[in-house]
């Protein structure tokens, strides 16, 4: 059975991730909940067998079940709820705005792209330069 549940969150993880890379944000917010869902199940499947309440005093220590995959489920779901929220109301916004739900390309981060590009040219024509300079500096001294 665990088997099962390991490939049931292998395929949630894979298929969130795919869905994650797309540009609709609804397809965004889709992948987030797969990969929430797959969380849970690869939590709870940690948690070994099922056992008995740990309350102690009722019952043998070793029959306890586990509650830290239990209480990080829980963690995992509520952070799951609230990247949730958080992109519905990005994606109704964007829908407000431009009525589509379609992650843009930043034009800032083409403009910073662009700019790296270009000081690194700019920076081996420098070293270029220099190359050349001691070449010639060499077959002057000859």
């Given at each position: 059975?665990?088997?099962?549940?390991?490939?049931?969150?292998?395929?949630?993880?894979?298929?969130?991730?795919?869905?994650?890379?797309?540009?609709?944000?609804?397809?965004?917010?889709?992948?987030?909940?797969?990969?929430?869902?797959?969380?849970?199940?690869?939590?709870?499947?940690?948690?070994?067998?099922?056992?008995?309440?740990?309350v102690i005093?009722?019952?043998?220590?070793?029959?306890?079940?586990?509650?830290?995959?239990?209480?990080?489920?829980?963690?995992?779901?509520?952070?799951?709820?609230?990247?949730?929220?958080?992109?519905?109301?990005?994606?109704?916004?964007?829908?407000?705005?431009?009525?589509?739900?379609?992650?843009?390309?930043?034009?800032?981060?083409?403009?910073?792209?662009?700019?790296?590009?270009r000081d690194?040219?700019?920076?081996?024509?420098?070293?270029?330069?220099?190359?050349?300079?001691?070449?010639?500096?060499?077959?002057?001294?000859?």
């Amino acid at each position: 059975m665990s088997v099962l549940l390991a490939l049931t969150a292998a395929v949630l993880f894979g298929l969130g991730t795919w869905l994650l890379l797309q540009r609709r944000l609804t397809r965004i917010i889709i992948g987030i909940g797969l990969i929430g869902h797959g969380t849970n199940i690869l939590l709870i499947t940690s948690g070994g067998g099922a056992g008995i309440p740990p309350v102690i005093g009722k019952g043998d220590p070793e029959d306890f079940a586990d509650p830290l995959p239990q209480a990080l489920a829980l963690t995992a779901i509520v952070i799951t709820f609230g990247v949730t929220a958080f992109l519905l109301a990005m994606a109704y916004r964007s829908w407000q705005l431009t009525h589509d739900d379609v992650v843009a390309d930043d034009v800032e981060d083409r403009l910073i792209n662009a700019r790296l590009r270009r000081d690194g040219d700019v920076e081996d024509a420098e070293a270029a330069e220099r190359e050349h300079a001691t070449d010639s500096a060499g077959d002057d001294e000859q």
